[in-house]
């Protein structure tokens, strides 16, 4: 039997320890290795078994215990999971190297980091990570994408599991929690990229609605020796009218360790978990709480898009941000919208009456994800790449192939134009397609806050590519950072045959970008794989529901698009009149400006979709103002459209979609509004 040696941290409760805990009694359980473990370092000489037990079961703290080591020379495997990331030994065996961030990676992450990162992937030597956004801030730092694996953490479903009523009611009792007391959960610990202030806050402007409700928080004072406390200060000399004998006594803060029964009976114990997140690698409790059959409210285009899918989870609308934070040069995070958080916890209030349903989506979504799966994922990385018939090769297949990288970047419809032509053309040229889907000012909305597909999708600005022009065969429309390469615009290309052809012509991977799609597409081809794109579904309910409040069956739609037309768009003073005077017609009006669709929405015959955000200015001046992107490009178009702005833009999009639309400009939003109608009919 091989010989597989774990190095990292074993017997506390870290995150990192956790993680290796869990994975090694999967892999013991699927019996392909001999299992070795060799103790790391950690990163405090204080966090010991003693004061800081992992909590298993004790079969299986004592089968942890008595792994023995084993000299990594004699090892056929090694996988190494720990802080400061290691790099590997030498030694003949294959090393896959555990990696994660929450903001991004800087050099003071590395026990070495003076060495090349390439080091970290010679031979079969591999990085893996837990989500894709923990992925794309790897390649931020310079990692190579084909060497990145992600392989998603796991839950016990054996101990994480929804506990019987009667149980659960007990123990509500033992807290003092009344059986119609509506219970909010987070167990994360009180850092910044936890977002405990937002939850806190929010709970505390909900709780003056709601004096029925409680919130549970687990603090990080045993182990990091950070207390809840400092939280409810900040918020007192923020807010202190927030601050009431009432509100006090409805928050309820656990500081002692916890075994991992004692934390399901916890996660059991409330009506929903949730994590309003700046930044997360994984978050792992997210994933216990779904599988003790909760609901969850998680912060959306972070860590949890992997596996928060379906009717137990709520997504809230963030905004990305990217630049300098405390002393990191460049990291990446999202902020929370903290009204949609109220407005989420105010609707768990309400669907707490009803939770069968949705408990049993829960636990059928945290099912996708077991440890087993995830010991199994590191498994084949490893037989593959022994074996006389590689599954390695099966597994690195979809990495060596050539592909597409399908630069998805400006607004939605830019955007959504890039996005079916780039499929079309992937497919007919046999490329593997990539969606390249940057967060910026151009649009804040994450790839999966619009679109329930399970595309390959990574989040790379342009400017990252400058580095390894070299390595890529360029068919867009313009040398945007003046990088020298050559390339073709895809509009350009006289058929689909010499589109494939072009991109066929270089055994290295394809960056593609347009923002219209080629007019040689077939248009069936077109609208086929329009329809195959899925907005999502909670998007698709609020424009349904606003046809139906506002008995829309046959309107006509109006876009009024200023941000980037400005003086030379549609004339507002002109349509208002031809509202005014068309009688009993019906019109939807939207726009990008807000003082626009103020004019209309007062209107008896006119409509309006009230949005929670619109686009702002990204400096000041007007919105055909020159600013410079994320990328370091310059364009007369002064914008900065936010997450939520984004969604609900797409909402006034699918509106549009449903009317007959009076065409006001050139805009891709709009002409995107009528392909949708098309690939409907």
């Known amino acids: 039997m091989k010989r597989l040696l774990v190095e990292g941290w074993r017997g506390v409760n870290h995150s990192f320890a956790m993680v290796n805990q869990h994975q090694l009694l999967a892999l013991a359980r699927l019996e392909k290795f001999a299992l070795f473990h060799h103790d790391l370092p950690v990163t405090s000489p204080s966090w010991t078994t003693k004061d800081h037990a992992a909590?298993?079961?004790?079969?299986?703290?004592?089968?942890?215990?008595?792994?023995?080591?084993?000299?990594?020379?004699d090892a056929d495997f090694v996988f190494r999971i720990g802080a400061?990331?290691?790099?590997?030994?030498?030694?003949?065996?294959?090393?896959?190297?555990?990696?994660?961030?929450?903001?991004?990676?800087?050099?003071?992450?590395?026990?070495?980091?003076?060495?090349?990162?390439?080091?970290?992937?010679?031979?079969?030597?591999?990085?893996?990570?837990?989500?894709?956004?923990?992925?794309?801030?790897?390649?931020?730092?310079?990692?190579?994408?084909?060497?990145?694996?992600?392989?998603?953490?796991?839950?016990?479903?054996?101990?994480?599991?929804?506990?019987?009523?009667?149980?659960?009611?007990?123990?509500?009792?033992?807290?003092?929690?009344?059986?119609?007391?509506?219970?909010?959960?987070?167990?994360?610990?009180?850092?910044?990229?936890?977002?405990?202030?937002?939850?806190?806050?929010?709970?505390?402007?909900?709780?003056?609605?709601?004096?029925?409700?409680?919130?549970?928080?687990?603090?990080?004072?045993?182990?990091?020796?950070?207390?809840?406390?400092?939280?409810?200060?900040?918020?007192?000399?923020?807010?202190?009218?927030?601050?009431?004998?009432?509100?006090?006594?409805?928050?309820?803060?656990?500081?002692?360790?916890?075994?991992?029964?004692?934390?399901?009976?916890?996660?059991?114990?409330?009506?929903c978990y949730v994590s309003p997140y700046r930044a997360e690698g994984f978050n792992l409790p997210v994933l216990e709480a779904l599988a003790c059959g909760k609901p969850v409210i998680v912060s959306s285009g972070g860590a949890t898009d992997d596996f928060c899918h379906g009717a137990a989870v709520s997504r809230i609308p963030t905004s990305f941000h990217r630049g300098p934070l405390g002393d990191m040069a460049s990291a990446c995070w999202v902020e929370p919208h903290a009204p949609a958080l109220r407005e989420l916890m105010q609707t768990a209030c309400a669907r707490r009456t009803d939770p069968s349903s949705v408990s049993e989506a829960a636990v059928a979504q945290a099912r996708l994800y077991s440890w087993d799966a995830a010991a199994l994922a590191l498994v084949d990385l490893y037989e593959g790449a022994d074996a006389a018939t590689p599954s390695w090769a099966r597994v690195a297949s979809a990495s060596a192939a050539r592909t597409m990288h399908i630069y998805c970047d400006g607004g939605f419809g830019n955007r959504f134009n890039g996005l079916v032509s780039g499929l079309i053309l992937a497919k007919a040229s046999?490329?593997?397609?990539?969606?390249?889907?940057?967060?910026?000012?151009?649009?804040?909305?994450?790839?999966?806050?619009?679109?329930?597909?399970?595309?390959?999708?990574?989040?790379?600005?342009?400017?990252?590519?400058?580095?390894?022009?070299?390595?890529?065969?360029?068919?867009?429309?313009?040398?945007?950072?003046?990088?020298?390469?050559?390339?073709?615009?895809?509009l350009n290309a006289a058929s689909v045959d010499d589109a494939t052809a072009y991109l066929n012509a270089a055994q290295s991977n394809v960056h593609y970008h347009t923002p219209l799609i080629p007019s040689y597409l077939d248009k069936n081809l077109v609208l086929e794989q329009v329809r195959a794109i899925t907005i999502r579904s909670e998007i698709r309910k609020i424009a349904d529901d606003f046809l139906v409040e506002n008995r829309l069956n046959e309107f006509f739609g109006i876009q009024i698009r200023k941000t980037d037309?400005?003086?030379?768009?549609?004339?507002?003073?002109?349509?208002?009149?031809?509202?005014?005077?068309?009688?009993?017609?019906?019109?939807?009006?939207?726009?990008?400006?807000?003082?626009?669709?103020?004019?209309?929405?007062?209107?008896?015959?006119?409509?309006?979709?009230?949005?929670?955000?619109?686009?702002?200015?990204?400096?000041?001046?007007?919105?055909?103002?020159?600013t410079a992107d994320a990328s370091g490009r310059n364009y007369y178009c002064n914008v900065n459209r936010s997450a939520v702005s984004v969604i609900d833009a797409v909402v006034d999009l699918l509106l549009l979609s449903y009317s007959d639309v009076i065409t006001t400009s050139g805009s891709t939003f709009l002409q995107t509004a009528l392909l949708l109608k098309s690939s409907r009919l």
């Open 55 to 73: 909590g298993f079961d004790a079969n299986s703290t004592a089968f942890l215990s008595g792994l023995a080591d084993l000299a990594v020379q």
């Open 84 to 271: 400061p990331f290691r790099a590997p030994a030498e030694t003949s065996a294959m090393t896959i190297s555990f990696a994660v961030t929450e903001f991004g990676l800087q050099s003071g992450f590395f026990a070495n980091a003076a060495l090349p990162l390439s080091h970290y992937t010679q031979g079969a030597d591999l990085v893996v990570t837990p989500s894709r956004w923990a992925r794309d801030r790897l390649l931020d730092y310079g990692f190579a994408e084909g060497r990145v694996r992600v392989l998603p953490h796991g839950v016990d479903a054996e101990v994480f599991k929804p506990l019987h009523d009667d149980v659960r009611q007990q123990n509500r009792a033992n807290l003092g929690i009344a059986a119609d007391t509506v219970v909010f959960l987070n167990v994360g610990a009180p850092t910044w990229n936890k977002g405990v202030d937002i939850l806190v806050e929010a709970f505390a402007r909900l709780h003056q609605q709601h004096p029925d409700t409680r919130l549970i928080l687990k603090d990080g004072s045993h182990l990091y020796g950070l207390s809840v406390s400092n939280t409810l200060s900040t918020l007192a000399a923020r807010h202190p009218e927030l601050m009431t004998p009432s509100l006090l006594a409805s928050i309820s803060v656990v500081s002692t360790n916890m075994t991992q029964a004692e934390l399901c009976q916890l996660y059991n114990v409330c009506d």
């Open 430 to 490: 046999g490329l593997r397609p990539i969606v390249v889907w940057p967060r910026n000012n151009w649009c804040g909305a994450s790839f999966s806050d619009l679109f329930e597909n399970e595309f390959e999708v990574i989040e790379r600005e342009l400017a990252s590519y400058v580095p390894e022009k070299d390595e890529f065969h360029f068919f867009m429309t313009e040398d945007h950072l003046g990088m020298g390469v050559e390339y073709r615009s895809p």
């Open 565 to 626: 037309f400005g003086a030379n768009g549609a004339d507002e003073k002109n349509l208002y009149e031809l509202v005014k005077n068309s009688g009993e017609r019906r019109f939807f009006v939207c726009s990008d400006d807000k003082d626009v669709e103020a004019q209309f929405a007062d209107m008896d015959n006119a409509c309006v979709y009230q949005k929670r955000a619109y686009v702002e200015k990204l400096t000041d001046g007007g919105w055909n103002e020159m």
